[in-house]
């Protein structure tokens, strides 16, 4: 049995309620703009940054493993890899689906109060600075500085309603991309560069086909995502916010909140190893 104070802080409050019903708005819109092909452009620019993520998590597995990391590159079809030199390719590999889950976790729970968005916001920065730091590609320079200028613009400007819809639209993206590319690279389709048919080919793994390794990490992002809500709701749960102006929280922004808003490699992802 729960005590009584965590139950009551269970409960969400009316902007948490929110929150809760914009991201799942943003799940359905992300599900049909992802099947509608002739809209799934719209996703582009959120579809890299999350393959960013994904490969950035890869790197930085890759050097706590003591790897000689050599670049992290990000294709504008949608697919990735980094290369590398050592390491631990046990940890690495599963890196990519299990960090890009965390960092969609964790912008998922900045993004429920609006000074965590502000520090999420800045990770971004700092992940899109990390992928430009070992990229030698020209449209991984040009994506990334892009994506620093606008977010960088953005935080200058103080839009707080801005930044709290982007770290939750990119938190739902990270944090249920590697559900929708495991299910069209492991479900629908066996491809053989992705992280679960390689992981699945290595010694003491074997006995695991990749779909079912992909579907272990199907279930984490599932449960990540879930849990990052619930601590969400448990730790910024206050009941004020419901009167308090400070702690507002529009589903979509009124005219009276709009002019408040200054005050309050190929379609899946992969690695290469030389």
């Known amino acids: 049995m729960?005590?009584?104070g965590i139950k009551a802080r269970l409960k969400p409050s009316k902007s948490q309620?929110?929150?809760?019903i914009t991201l799942v708005i943003f799940s359905i819109i992300i599900c049909v703009l992802w099947?509608?092909?002739?809209?799934?452009?719209i996703l582009w620019p959120f579809k890299i940054m999350t393959?960013?993520?994904h490969e950035i998590s890869h790197a930085l597995m890759a050097l706590c493993t003591g790897a000689e990391l050599k670049r992290i590159v990000v294709n504008s079809n949608e697919g990735g890899h980094i290369v590398y030199v050592g390491?631990?390719?046990y940890l690495i590999i599963p890196a990519g689906y299990i960090g890009s889950t965390i960092f969609g976790g964790l912008l998922i729970f900045c993004g429920f109060s609006p000074t965590t968005s502000k520090i999420a916001a800045i990770f971004i920065i700092l992940c899109m600075g990390g992928t430009l730091y070992y990229s030698n590609g020209f449209f991984t320079f040009v994506f990334t500085i892009s994506v620093i200028l606008v977010v960088g613009y953005i935080l200058y400007i103080k839009k707080w309603n801005i930044i709290q819809y982007f770290v939750l639209f990119l938190g739902i993206m990270s944090g249920l991309y590697s559900l929708w590319d495991i299910l069209e690279d492991v479900v629908k389709r066996r491809i053989e560069n992705s992280d679960?048919?390689?992981?699945?080919?290595?010694p003491g793994t074997q006995w695991l086909p990749a779909q079912l390794w992909g579907f272990i990490w199907?279930?984490?992002s599932v449960l990540t995502v879930i849990m990052s809500v619930i601590l969400a709701i448990l730790v910024f749960n206050k009941k004020q916010d419901e009167y308090q102006v400070e702690d507002e929280w529009e589903l979509l922004?009124?005219?009276r909140s709009l002019s408040n808003l200054t005050v309050s490699t190929d379609d899946n992802f992969g690695f290469g190893v030389i």
């Open 2 to 4: 729960l005590p009584s």
């Open 17 to 20: 309620t929110k929150i809760i």
């Open 35 to 41: 099947e509608v092909k002739s809209l799934s452009w």
């Open 51 to 53: 393959v960013a993520l």
């Open 87 to 89: 390491g631990n390719s």
């Open 196 to 202: 679960a048919s390689q992981f699945a080919e290595l």
């Open 218 to 220: 199907l279930m984490f």
């Open 253 to 255: 922004p009124t005219r």
